[in-house]
């Protein structure tokens, strides 16, 4: 399996936004159910959202519901994650994978940093 990529992240204020994109060579992202993870330090690999390769059951985290909004764009195969109003405790590397999560598929994952 080749790894995902992962890209978008940086350093932004509270309440600012970013956009996080995944590519997966060689998949289709449109074929798979999807997630967006988060780690931080010490801390166990959380699923953020998850968006099923079918229409309908996306799921977001009850921290980031209302805030952030998976989606696939079927013409560039890529995973998307915008993420609006963001907050200190967003602050972890993010990480796109199938959900469950296939092993041979995490990539190097983006930083995602939220500080005055």
């Known amino acids: 399996q080749v790894p995902v990529v992962e890209s978008g992240g940086g350093l932004v204020q509270p309440g600012g936004s970013l956009r996080l994109s995944c590519t997966a060579p060689g998949r289709t992202l449109s074929d798979l159910t999807m997630g967006w993870f988060r780690q931080t330090p010490g801390s166990e690999r959380e699923l953020v959202a998850s968006l099923p390769w079918y229409i309908g059951d996306t799921y977001y985290a009850d921290s980031v519901k209302g805030r952030f909004t998976i989606s696939r764009d079927r013409a560039k195969n890529t995973l998307n994650l915008q993420m609006n109003r963001l907050k200190p405790d967003d602050t972890a590397v993010y990480y796109c994978?199938?959900?469950?999560?296939?092993?041979?598929?995490w990539g190097q994952g983006t930083q995602v940093t939220v500080s005055s």
């Open positions: 994978n199938t959900n469950p999560p296939e092993s041979g598929l």
